[in-house]
T-cell receptor, first 114, second 111 residues
Framework: GAGVSQSPSNKVTEKGKDVELRCDPI?????LYWYRQRLGQGLEFLIY????????KSGLPSDRFSAERTGESVSTLTIQRTQQEDSAVYLC????????????FGSGTRLTVV | SQELEQSPQSLIVQEGKNLTINCTSS?????LYWYKQKYGEGLIFLMM?????EEKSHEKITAKLDEKKQQSSLHITASQPSHAGIYLC???????????FGAGTILRVKS
């Protein structure tokens, strides 16, 4: 597609439930990134994919968070046993290569845990 | 990220006035990106700066990179209500990895 697509755009879930967030990067972009943005705060790095591998998972806040990427394309961020502090906008970005090629962001998924 | 400090945190200006937002890094900059975000929306790419002394302009927005100071500034001339939003700087601080972001600057433009 023309841009980075994220789905769903909004998700409300009950505390303790699992959620899956999807990111469709720009075709041909080998690098993919997940960020979290809490209300009124900047972007917090979660994980980076180069191809289907994740060389940097340092930002994942706990073992409840995991992500995978398949076919060097779609990525899924999974949050298990959601907590209220997981409420945030989750943003995905893709880039032609790992660095200095520009990063295109999706519109994000707004997750609300009630 | 504490590696990137943005100032000011928020700014209210009268329409037509100029303003500057700063982004300072505690580490060497390999690339500096400016994005704009409106509430509830994704990030809109504004500019990318890679070389010391580089300056880029788009419409009424100009960004400069001072590599020695590890700092970038974003300047808006003759601000308009359409400039309102959150401005975020992001930087490549190490090879081949990720962007780290500042906390953002909230800009409001009064008509």
């Amino acid at each position: 597609g023309a841009g980075v697509s994220q789905s769903p755009s909004n998700k409300v879930t009950e505390k303790g439930k699992d959620v899956e967030l999807r990111c469709d990067p720009i075709s041909g972009h080998t690098a993919l990134y997940w960020y979290r943005q809490r209300l009124g705060q900047g972007l917090e790095f979660l994980i980076y994919f180069q191809g289907n591998s994740a060389p940097d998972k340092s930002g994942l806040p706990s073992d409840r968070f995991s992500a995978e990427r398949t076919g060097e394309s779609v990525s899924t961020l999974t949050i298990q046993r959601t907590q209220q502090e997981d409420s945030a906008v989750y943003l995905c970005a893709s880039s032609l290569a790992a660095r200095n090629y520009g990063y295109t962001f999706g519109s994000g998924t707004r997750l609300t845990v009630v | 990220s504490q590696e990137l400090e943005q100032s000011p945190q928020s700014l209210i200006v009268q329409e037509g006035k100029n303003l500057t937002i700063n982004c300072t890094s505690s580490k060497t900059l390999y690339g500096l990106y400016w994005y704009k975000q409106k509430y509830g929306e994704g990030l809109i790419f504004l500019m990318m700066l890679q070389k010391g002394g580089e300056e880029k302009s788009h419409e009424k927005i100009t960004a400069k990179l001072d590599e020695k100071k590890q700092q970038s500034s974003l300047h808006i001339t003759a601000s308009q209500p359409s400039h309102a939003g959150i401005y975020l700087c992001g930087a490549d601080l190490e090879y081949g990895n990720k962007l780290v972001f500042g906390a953002g600057t909230i800009l409001r433009v009064k008509s």
